[in-house]
């Protein structure tokens, strides 16, 4: 095995359907795939439309369990607990969908700085249907000691009958204390529901065997070389009974999907173990594509890159180097958002602070204030460093403005100069234009709906030669 060299060459090799004029230090959001993984998707495509009465009657099954097997044993984790779902937020509707819920009684626990989607199916179910919950304030920074610290609070008055955390939050980007907290839930009696969308070719999955917490849901498109859509649904053996596809489809009366209560023949363990296969392989005719490049994404991992340890070792490096430089660009102020006990930064991601002085500070406050006058400046400033091919994603928390950086394996640390430069002097360029009561027409001309087809301008979208992920 030959592992080529990280960094832009790499990208030039291996990443051939990517913009080469952009600077790309937003994989965390949608994630990158290599070329010869959409490659195998394309034939997956082709194997599909060519014949699909005979592709989709005695081929998607076995290719469903191949997958899954490939992946298991990739993360180490028992095939018989995993199924595949489009992305985490369908995870996480998978699980919250799939409990009975006794709205009367039970309530769900989660934290403020958990993903927006995920947060709403929970208040769609409040809305709908009465189910209560409660949520737990966390301001960044925080010591894992803190964090545990205000789950417990509430965990120990036995009021929960689910929580619902992350492993690591979107934004502000920053990993939580998940192995402890799943062990503070299952001492007070409380399942626990772990949104791990940016987990997978982030942090190892073993802990889910040892562990053993209720559910855990992540993204395998952001960060395991995986096509989009595609994700990874955990549930604990004990849960198989219970857990529903979404849709409801054909397998929700079958007693192929139904567990024996008290398995007591090798015929009934095999029955068993096979609920979540037979629950989730088949719900309704879909696109397989990017569930069937699972096994070529693991191979580009493992013969392309060298494995999980060469990615994160190019990831650590780079990111240290990365968080050096944007401080540097930022200016005078800026910080790391970082606890003491350095337990807050995952090797992809990395948030920094963008002080602007005092002279936006009245900018700033209504930007802190006002949720929907947020949106219309950073619709000016997506559009802005994204003509300027340099996007990066940032918000407010805790009274600071925070910049997310995604490190990969194609980045190298200029990648980071540039954009954090292109980024702050953006902003400045903005809230200029709102001291000087502007920035409205500079919103209109952005509005969605006036983009002119501004995503399609890509010469690279007409590249079509295949790749070998070998």
Partial sequence: MVVAAFGHKFKEQHYTLLDPNVILLNHGSFGTTPTCVIDKQNEVARRHEWYPDYFETFEVEELYREQIQALSDYIEVDSRNLALVTNATTGVNTVIRSIPWNFSEDKILFHSTAYEACKNTIKFMSDYYGLQYDVIELSYPLEDSEVLSKFEEKLSTNEYRLCMFDMISSMPGVKLPYEDLIKICQNYNTMSLLDGAHAAGQVSLKFLDDLQPDFMTTNLHKWLSVPKACALLYVNKKHHGIIQTLPISWNYSSESCKPIAQPKTDED???????????FWFIGTCSYSQYFCISEAIKFRNQVCGGEECIRSYQKKLQKEAISAVIKEFGP????????????VPEGLFNVSLPLGEKY???EEKLNKDFNYFKRVKAVCSRLTMERKAYVPFYYHNRKLWVRFSVQIFNELEDYVIGARIFKDSMLEIYDKELQGSVNKAVEAVLPEKLDGFHLKSSRLSNTGRQDCS
């Fill in 269 to 279: 363990r095999k029955h068993n173990d096979s609920v979540m296969h037979n629950k």
């Fill in 361 to 363: 500070k009245e900018i």
């Fill in 333 to 344: 102020g800026s910080v790391l958002l970082q606890n003491e006990g350095k337990s807050l």
